[in-house]
């Protein structure tokens, strides 16, 4: 079965820094996804994107977060400037429509220190 | 706006009893429903999924469950509790229109008991 490819698994940085977490949706994927789920709580819609453009976005998703999908191929979550509060696994995801399923990535765990 | 309700953060059965993991949602158009299983230190993996037609849809694994509208419900069930079975399940709602996002439930931790 094909695969939502994230890296890094594990990520630390210190407050402050920028940080970009990198995924490889599946090639003939349209729509793409990130969610983000903190130790113990819910998974967490942040963003989904499709056409080139952020299609939706929660209130959790604000001026320090921003997506990319620079080369057809690879679709980027950059945070500017973390707070210790972004400290969680986050989750990529893509799908072809809304009568297929819905494909994650392993995640990456992001903490801030 | 749509919503998920999971009952009981924490679940705990027999191997070999049934599992009934409770799934409440609120739509305000026909909503598409999902349940999702992950393994610790793992991403999500679909079990099943409604979108339309039959009610009653299996997944893998043994699992199923019933989209019922009356009572704004889609419970999972498993007739008999493997010990491989114990992850984490979350019940997800989307819909035909907008960005297809999925509101996830809290999640339902699920003990096997040997």
């Known amino acids: 079965e094909p695969e939502v490819t994230q890296t890094p698994s594990h990520q630390v940085t210190q407050m402050g820094q920028e940080v970009i977490l990198r995924c490889v949706p599946i090639?003939?994927?349209?729509?793409f996804y990130w969610y983000r789920q903190i130790l113990g709580q819910k998974v967490e819609f942040l963003v989904s994107f499709y056409n080139n453009e952020i299609s939706e976005k929660s209130e959790i998703f604000d001026d320090q977060f921003s997506v990319e999908r620079p080369d057809g191929s690879n679709f980027t979550l950059k945070i500017r400037s973390t707070k210790l509060e972004d400290s969680a696994m986050y989750f990529c995801?893509?799908?072809?429509?809304?009568?297929?399923?819905?494909?994650f990535g392993s995640g990456t765990q992001l903490s801030v220190l | 706006a749509q919503s998920v309700t999971q009952l009981g953060s924490h679940v705990s059965v027999s191997e070999g009893a049934l599992v009934l993991l409770r799934c409440n949602y609120s739509s305000s158009v026909p909503p598409y429903l999902f349940w999702y299983v992950q393994y610790p230190n793992q991403g999500l993996q679909l079990l099943l999924k409604?979108?339309?037609?039959?009610?009653l849809v299996k997944g893998i694994n043994g699992f199923e469950a019933e989209f019922k509208k009356s009572e704004t419900s889609f419970h999972l069930t498993k007739p008999s509790a493997h010990m491989s079975d114990a992850a984490e399940y979350f019940c997800a709602v989307s819909s035909s229109s907008g960005t297809y996002k999925y509101i996830f439930g809290t999640g339902t931790r699920l003990k096997v008991l040997a």
């Open positions: 995801a893509s799908t072809r429509g809304v009568y297929e399923k819905l494909f």
């Open positions: 409604y979108t339309t037609g039959a009610t």
């Open positions: 090639s003939n994927h349209l729509y």
